[in-house]
């Protein structure tokens, strides 16, 4: 899901290899019908068709409760790479928008998020580049209704003294036809393994076998079609950008 963008972690492994723009236009107020919200946060961004990296987009977490009393789903603002709490600048966000799956509860990068820092994160699609010798081809990937990327979130203390939520989106080994354009693609979480996924009471490696192993499931959903490239540009906005345009 991305531009062709690849960066290397603290410990060498390449973390970015893939989704690297995605589409959130659907209003925050149909999300928390959606995905349950108890409560959302403020300051939730605008709808985006064209979200890259360090922006801010909506997440749904269920943090751990201190006492004995459910945990209470919420909707929150979040910027779009990984800040651990260890980290000494938010910089390392930069390298982080993506965890490989197969990997992260390895990755000191990761690995605290995957026991019990597990997110959702919101899309109404995201957007991939083939590329055929010199030639880049745009293309949506979707479903009929907003799907959910695994994520994992970390809390990080900025120099004011004020509280960053960060997050990142898992990756896998692409399958199907969308293994024809991209060896990578986010790892989607079906509406039936949500509440798992994101209960922090679970077994997070466990959780995330479980969402890896109907990846390729899931991924037989979903739809996809050229688009114009002017997605390559940040700037660019608008629900043209997702249009099928002809090929030829």
């Known amino acids: 899901m991305g531009a062709i963008l690849s960066h290397r972690g603290p410990d060498g492994e390449t973390i970015s290899d893939m989704c690297g723009r995605y589409v959130m236009a659907t209003p925050a107020s149909d999300l928390v019908a959606l995905f349950e919200i108890d409560e959302a946060g403020a300051d939730l961004p605008e709808p985006s068709w064209n979200i890259p990296p360090t922006s801010t987009v909506p997440i749904v977490v269920e943090p751990r409760p201190r006492d004995e009393t459910p945990p209470i789903r919420r909707l929150e603002a979040a910027r ?49 580049w083939q590329r055929l010798g010199d030639a880049k081809t745009p293309y949506y990937v979707h479903g009929e209704a907003p799907i959910s990327f695994a994520g994992l979130y970390a809390w990080w203390k900025q120099p004011d003294g004020a509280w960053l939520l960060s997050t990142t989106i898992l990756t896998t080994a692409s399958t199907g036809e969308l293994a024809t354009i991209h060896e990578r693609m986010p790892l989607v979480v079906s509406p039936e393994m949500r509440d798992a996924w994101l209960d922090p009471t679970e077994d997070g490696e466990a959780a995330l076998e479980a969402v890896i192993a109907e990846a390729g499931e899931v991924a037989a959903g979903l739809t996809l079609h050229i688009v114009d490239g002017r997605v390559g540009n940040v700037r660019e906005q608008g629900p043209a950008l997702i249009a099928p345009i002809d090929a030829a």
């Open 80 to 128: 779009w790479g990984l800040v651990p709490a260890w980290a000494d600048d938010i910089s390392v966000g930069v390298r982080a928008f993506n965890a490989r799956g197969e990997s992260a509860a390895e990755k000191p990068m990761f690995r605290d998020g995957v026991r019990e820092r597990r997110a959702l994160v919101p899309a109404d699609g995201w957007f991939e």
